[in-house]
């Protein structure tokens, strides 16, 4: 069924945000992923035919791998593929599917939610005393702070899902 001038059902156009943010989401954590391994490859090439590590290697690392994380959580929360058990909510159907799927997405807004606000609180205080990384003096609130602000993203798209009842599955299926 379409809206009167739209020209485009409901599904397709969640269907074609979904594609959109999950391509934009792909390349950011592709381009983090790449950059960890030319991080790691530089840094083990150094270390064990140089005898010179890259220096603040660790450090990098744990950033990169904090950013992979928190790009890749809208994606995560796009393709309804955390983590779940089903024991029971494989035998559901019709209207209990649809309360259960609208339960279990709005628990993990509000799970997401609370996170990103203890992030942005966390970020908040190691910004008050300066904190960096010991090496590279890397400062950790703005880390913190987007951290934040993936979470609360995401939460935003699982409640956003929940309440316009987009059914379930992977973006590419849209």
């Given amino acids: 069924m379409t809206r009167p001038g739209s020209g485009t059902a409901p599904g397709a156009r969640a269907g074609h945000w979904r594609q959109r943010v999950r391509l934009v989401t792909a390349l950011v954590t592709g381009a983090l992923l790449l950059a960890l391994t030319g991080i790691t490859l530089v840094d083990v090439t150094g270390r064990y035919l140089l005898s010179r590590p890259l220096p603040g290697a660790a450090e990098i690392t744990e950033l990169l791998v904090m950013a992979i994380v928190f790009t890749g959580l809208p994606a995560i929360c796009l393709d309804d593929a955390h983590i779940t ?3 029971f909510t494989t035998r559901l159907t019709g209207r209990a599917e649809a309360v259960q799927t609208l339960m279990s997405r709005l628990l993990v807004g509000a799970i997401l939610a609370l996170v990103a606000w203890e992030l942005w609180k966390h970020g908040t205080r190691i910004g008050g005393y300066n904190s960096t990384t010991v090496y590279l ?7 913190a702070y987007a951290a934040s602000l993936f979470c609360a993203a995401s939460a935003a798209i699982v409640v956003v899902m929940g309440v316009l009842r987009l059914p379930r599955g992977r973006s590419e299926e849209f």
């Fill in 85 to 87: 058990v089903d024991i």
């Fill in 137 to 143: 003096r890397i400062p950790l609130a703005p880390a």
